[in-house]
């Protein structure tokens, strides 16, 4: 994981995060973004789907980019192509985030380095579902 934080620094981001803005979430059960949420959903944490061709996913409304979502975000999810990241991180750093999560395969060191500049902690190339069950159970 390039330039990740330890584990006790991503166990406590998890353990003090109540709301997780998924960018990209998808509204079909079989994609890995919905499955996801999902499980965030599942395991106590507020989903705020990004998605501009939604309505509503996973019972929650959806918003059609980062600025439109109300109120306090803990952690922006992205489940977006590396080339949106950074546009994405842009948006992020608006709206104050404790931590930017770039999904598994999905990497921007431009967007990093942007979002840490504003002193956000920044996950790339990994699943916040895998890390979530790896480091609270």
């Known amino acids: 994981m390039p330039d990740n934080p330890g584990d006790q620094e991503v166990k406590d981001l998890l353990g003090r995060a109540k709301r997780i803005a998924v960018v990209g979430l998808s509204d079909k059960p079989e994609r890995d973004s919905y499955r996801v949420a999902r499980y965030l959903q ?3 944490y507020e989903i705020i789907p990004v ?10 409304k959806a918003y ?11 952690i922006v999810d992205v489940f977006r192509r590396s080339d949106a990241v950074p546009e994405i991180a842009e948006a ?10 770039l999904q598994l395969d999905v990497q921007s060191q431009k967007a990093a380095d ?12 990994a ?11």
Request: hydrophobic share 45%.
């Open 92 to 101: 992020a750093v608006k709206i104050k985030p404790k931590a930017l999560w």
């Open 64 to 74: 059609p980019d980062l600025a439109s979502v109300p109120g306090p975000v803990d």
């Open 114 to 125: 942007l979002a840490r500049g504003e002193g956000i902690l920044v996950v790339q190339n």
């Open 127 to 137: 699943c916040i579902k895998v890390e979530h069950h790896r480091l609270m159970f």
């Open 42 to 44: 599942d395991h106590g």
């Open 51 to 60: 998605n501009p061709l939604a309505d509503e996913i996973l019972g929650q």
